[in-house]
């Protein structure tokens, strides 16, 4: 078990921001990403897991590394899906907060500085974004990933009687010890349940959202969850709610 949160504000002085960014065939945009990340005022290390992509992804992040000083890629030989790529950048990250960055622009780098603030003041463990609160730019969500996440927003509220309004976003942010203590095991998209559950399940964990900006793409542009994710994300909910402890 993570180590238990305290509940008296701890402002976080120049700590080391670890994001890790995991990338399947993002050469078209995986280069901005970076490039985004490494503008940002804060001290970092940019983890970028390669998830056995088949484009050009392993050649740009290699020519990144040679050029910026921050970057780290890590390479995995074959695909083994989102959420064991970011368990391989979890395990090697050192900061004290850890964020999950998508490497394919639906969530802005600008954003990250906002995700941050109440974390870096001391007010949360944990910070997720939404797309669903506040006033931030958003491209229009396809009608039935937008009904599947707020259905599932709402199973994780009934569950774990908490509020939050997009479980499933991909940007979110962690106290580096509480995230790296949580035991994660999900291969794939059940990622996002997985940490939620468990993250909710930490006794005293002082979770907030922030509103963020969103550019969904469709599938003809490289989105790759389906309804079959949805199916499985409830199926983890339901596990990770009802497991033992361990």
Not at 100 to 124: F, N
């Amino acid at each position: 078990m993570p180590p238990p949160p305290s509940n008296a504000p701890r402002p976080l002085e120049d700590p080391l921001v670890s994001i890790v960014v995991p990338a399947y065939n993002e050469a078209a945009t995986v280069e901005e990403v970076v490039r985004q990340l490494e503008g940002l005022a804060l001290r970092t290390e940019i983890l970028v897991v390669d998830d056995g992509s088949q484009d050009d992804t392993a050649e740009i992040l290699r020519r990144l590394a040679a050029e910026l000083p921050h970057v780290r890629p890590l390479v995995q030989p074959v695909n083994r899906g989102k959420g064991a790529a970011v368990r391989v950048g979890i395990a090697a990250s050192a900061g004290d907060i850890v964020v999950i960055q998508d490497a394919d622009l639906e969530y802005s780098p600008v954003d990250l500085p906002r995700l941050l603030a109440p974390l870096l003041d001391g007010r949360a463990d944990v910070v997720y974004g939404t797309r669903l609160r506040g006033g931030q730019p958003q491209r229009a969500h396809l009608f039935w990933h937008y009904l599947g996440n707020r259905s599932l927003s709402l199973i994780t509220g009934v569950l774990f009687n908490t509020t939050i309004s997009d479980m499933e976003v991909g940007y979110k942010a962690f106290r580096g010890d509480l995230l790296r203590g949580l035991r994660l095991v999900s291969d794939d998209f059940r990622f996002e349940p997985e940490v939620t559950a468990k993250t909710l399940r930490t006794p005293g964990v002082r979770l907030y959202e922030v509103p963020i900006s969103y550019y969904g793409r469709t599938f003809a542009e490289g989105k790759k969850i389906t309804w079959r994710d949805g199916i499985l994300a409830l199926g983890a909910l339901l596990r990770f709610r009802f497991e033992r402890r361990r």
